[in-house]
């Protein structure tokens, strides 16, 4: 047990081994570009985007610069029966960035509360409509959307559900979509599996459709290891909820804002979800923000149901943050000013080509990737699943790569400003790196 006088003993670290972390720390002090700097002082190439978010790079100048004009100006402002510019401002840029139709954006201070306001304004909808016996909300296993209640109910990973009780009645599971012995080392999409959207009509079947709310997945599953779709999958899943008259949610907080070379998986991929959780990028990871885009008709039916006053009696204190909104409209500005949603989208196929030059490299069993993302399998070692994983990220960082690791895969998500000589040097450490671990 760390005693008073420890440094590192009153932060209690999230998703993190504290026990372990504390006894070795490893620190970053500060951050620029494409590089973090570490406490010793030595560069750490970001093969991460911090925790997917920094798509942008770090520390750009043009969103230091708003939150500090901003903070001299206004630095809060309520938005509960008042307003500010800001928000109102940036939801009108958010709103033309999305699929048609989702243009009216409630905002949050980060995708778990994106994904608990997603769940609340579905069931929201649903008893506007009239339908108010729709409480049930799908997810699927393996699935990440946050750690409140809500996202954790609908969530499908083990570790961040079981210690927190039942979690919300009704809520369900599709089948995950991981199917390595018939798409390993799969390219962009996987070619089987989208039959799996099918088992949504099971649980029609199970519970009547009438008891069914909203599905959400996130169009690419990132925290549990980067597991692209298999061709075919959203759409199927699309055209069963229209069937069944269920609304679909897409958890857009990773692919977000250029991950997969357009503002949304949505939009790159050819799928209209009905509401679109946002986060990470929407402020280049600045200041903590979120959002959650809605299509029109399902504001409108919200609104219109209320006798009058509040219509939904939801929101957070910080929902449009000044601050928040600032970096927010200067991230877009950037964005667009550089073109990055398309650069991501050009450096794709050198991305791919890269990281599946990995293929034989030591304890590494599969390799998915999509747009400027990876996910690199090893073989869990006997007995100490995931400890793999975490010495190559440890030996990663000491050599001056920072990468995510999630069990025993290794996920990979630069900076949008990423050049092509960072990618294979990011790549080639890593090659090296694994010939090192046992």
Known sequence: ???????????????????????????????????????????????????????????????????????????????????HPLPFELAQRLAALMPAGLDRIFFTNSGSESVDTALKIALAVQRARGEGTRTRLIGRERGYHGVGFGGIS?????????????????????????????????????????????????????????TIAAVIVEPMAGSTGVLVPPAGYLGRLREICDRHGILLIFDEVITGFGRVGAATAAEAWGVTPDIITMAKGLTNAAVPMGAVAVRRALHDAVIDAAPGGIELFHGYTYSGHPLAAAAGLAALDLYAREGLFARAAELAPHWEEAVHGLKGARHVIDIRNIGLVAGIELEPREGAPGARAMELFHAAFDAGLLIRVTGDIVALSPPLIVEREQIDAMVGMLGALLDGVA
């Not at 012995?181 to 999409?189: K, L, P, Q």
Request: include cysteine; hydrophobic fraction near 40%.
């Open 154 to 210: 609908v969530g499908g990973i083990g570790n961040n559900r079981r210690a927190f009780g039942s979690g919300l009645p009704g809520a369900g599971h599709l089948r995950h979509t991981h199917d390595p012995v018939r798409n390993a080392f799969s390219r962009g999409f996987p070619a089987h599996g989208a039959e799996l959207a099918d088992d949504l009509q099971r649980l029609v079947d199970l519970h009547g459709a009438e």
């Open 1 to 83: 047990m760390q005693g008073e006088n420890d440094p590192l003993a009153a932060f209690w670290m999230p998703f993190t081994a504290n026990r372990a972390y504390k006894a070795a720390p490893r620190q970053l002090v500060s951050a620029r570009g494409m590089y973090y700097r570490s406490a010793d002082g030595r560069e750490i190439l970001d093969a991460t985007a911090g925790l997917w978010c920094c798509n942008a790079g770090h520390c750009r100048a043009e969103i230091v610069e708003a939150i500090a004009t901003t903070a001299a100006t206004l630095d809060f402002a309520p938005t509960f029966q008042l307003g």
